[in-house]
């Protein structure tokens, strides 16, 4: 597609229920980003994925996220016995070329999770 | 901590003027800066960069100055128009770790007709 399509863009979640967040990152685009941003803050680092590898989960705010990316594009963020501070925007981000090169990526519009 | 700061949660600005947003960072191994514009209900929208060998960095009407030695930087919308109304995140990496973005909790700028 035109873009990075996150869905859904809006979850709502009783605490204890388990989400799945699914991204589709644009066409050939080899490196994925997760982040979380919370209400009032900027996004937060989740993880990277180069292709289907997970090169870095160290801003995974618990065991109870896991992010996987099994065969190089669709990405899905999911987060286990939901708590009320999971409650933010989820972003994913996607970008043609690795990581040891700089430039902007193209980030999705989110999916919204509150947690009741 | 915040490692990346931006102090100023809100900015109005007449149309046509000049808008300085402003960034501080403290972790003195960010070398790549980067600033984001967003829209509600959209995903952040990159706008432009600079790597911390250059001091300056232009793209039409819009420029990063980076102060290495403050580690402070800022970017500059001239002539500033109603469509720049957003939310402009700063965000910073290291060399090599492109791939974490440490961002700044944004400026909320509002530009006035």
């Known amino acids: 597609g035109a873009g990075v399509s996150q869905s859904p863009r809006y979850k709502v979640a009783k605490r204890g229920q388990d989400v799945a967040l699914r991204c589709d990152p644009i066409s050939g685009h080899v490196s994925l980003f997760w982040y979380q941003q919370a209400l009032g803050q900027g996004p937060e680092f989740l993880t990277y994925?180069?292709?289907?590898?997970?090169?870095?989960k160290s801003g995974l705010p618990s065991d109870r996220f896991f992010a996987e990316r099994p065969e190089g594009s669709v990405s899905t963020l999911k987060i286990q016995r939901t708590q009320q501070e999971d409650s933010a925007v989820y972003l994913c981000?996607?970008?043609?070329?690795?990581?040891?090169?700089?430039?902007?990526?193209?980030f999705g519009s989110g999916t919204r999770l509150t947690v009741v | 901590d915040q490692q990346v700061k931006q102090n100023s949660p809100s900015l109005s600005v007449q149309e046509g003027r000049i808008s300085i947003l402003n960034c501080d960072y403290t972790n003195s191994m960010f070398d790549y800066f980067l600033w984001y514009k967003k829209y509600p209900a959209e995903g952040p929208t990159f706008l432009i960069s600079i790597s911390s060998i250059k001091d300056k960095n232009e793209d039409g009407r819009f420029t990063v100055f980076l102060n290495k030695s403050a580690k402070h930087l800022s970017l500059h919308i001239v002539p500033s128009q109603p469509g720049d109304s957003a939310v402009y995140f700063c965000?910073?990496?290291?060399?090599?770790?492109?791939?974490?973005?440490?961002f700044g909790t944004g400026t909320r700028l509002q530009v006035t007709l």
């Open positions: 965000a910073a990496t290291p060399t090599g770790t492109a791939s974490k973005l440490t």
């Open positions: 981000a996607s970008s043609f070329l690795s990581v040891t090169f700089f430039g902007g990526y193209t």
């Open positions: 994925f180069q292709n289907e590898a997970q090169l870095d």
